[in-house]
């Protein structure tokens, strides 16, 4: 199985700033990497595909980053709508694995 | 507008069965594969399975296999799961997911709203 790892596991920043996760597969998935963003009490929400493809609707200060077995996920000026739980998941091997995710809040 | 309308869920005493149900809407249901994804309480998310366009591939993870049946009818645009032998592990919340594309490795676009398993004597 891929194992996915993120980094850091919470963060804490002002609003305006930028803000930066990371994500390590255990092995080479391509750009077969996607990014969810999950609201206290609600379901995950895609935000990013393919590695660095935005979905659609989704603001652009969201974005990503990587390919092979190192991405980024950054929000360009974090807003206080964006508190929430990130998580990146591959795609490209059976079983599909999620990192355990970033929990984001405000300063 | 896509929709994914789960329904089931509930609690369920340790090796009980239950069957869990999303009502699809606003795409072409029989074109995309379909998966579960549960979160226990507290935790992340977990993949469980997956289920081919036409049905005819299904794919589940280790951790359910031979006790979970990921099936589709896509006469009724509807996906089910039918989660037999069930653990105190087992107790998450349950996410139907749409596949974003034709091919089922590909990405989760759309979740369901989430239903609640919980298996306790």
């Known amino acids: 199985d891929i194992q996915m790892t993120q980094s850091p596991s919470s963060l804490s920043a002002s609003v305006g700033d930028r803000v930066t996760i990371t994500c390590q597969a255990s092995?080479?998935?391509?750009?077969?990497l996607s990014w969810h963003q999950q609201k206290p009490g609600k379901a995950p929400k895609l935000l990013i595909y393919?590695?660095?493809n935005l979905e659609t609707g989704v603001p652009s200060r969201f974005s990503g980053s990587g390919s092979g077995t190192d991405f980024t996920f950054t929000i360009s000026s974090l807003q206080p709508e964006d508190i929430a739980t990130y998580y990146c998941?591959?795609?490209?091997?059976?079983?599909?694995?999620f990192g355990p995710g970033t929990k984001v809040d405000i300063k | 507008e896509v929709q994914l309308l789960q329904s089931g869920g509930g609690l369920v005493q340790p090796a009980g069965s239950l069957r869990l149900s999303c009502a699809a809407s606003?795409?072409?249901?029989?074109?995309?594969?379909m998966n579960w994804v549960r979160q226990a309480p507290g935790k992340g998310l977990e993949w469980v399975s997956t289920?081919?366009?036409?049905?005819?591939?299904?794919y589940c993870a280790d951790s359910v296999k031979g006790r979970f049946t990921i099936s589709r009818d896509n006469s009724r645009n509807t996906l089910y799961v039918q989660m037999n032998s069930l653990r105190a592990e087992d107790t998450a919340v349950y996410y139907c997911?749409?596949?974003?594309?034709?091919?089922?490795?590909?990405?989760?676009?759309?979740w369901g709203q989430g239903t609640l398993v919980t298996v306790s004597s």
């Open positions: 997911v749409k596949t974003g594309a034709m091919a089922t490795m590909s990405q989760f676009d759309y």
């Open positions: 606003g795409f072409t249901f029989s074109s995309y594969p």
């Open positions: 289920i081919s366009g036409s049905g005819g591939r299904t």
């Open positions: 092995q080479d998935i391509s750009n077969y």
């Open positions: 393919d590695a660095s």
């Open positions: 998941q591959q795609y490209d091997n059976l079983p599909f694995t």
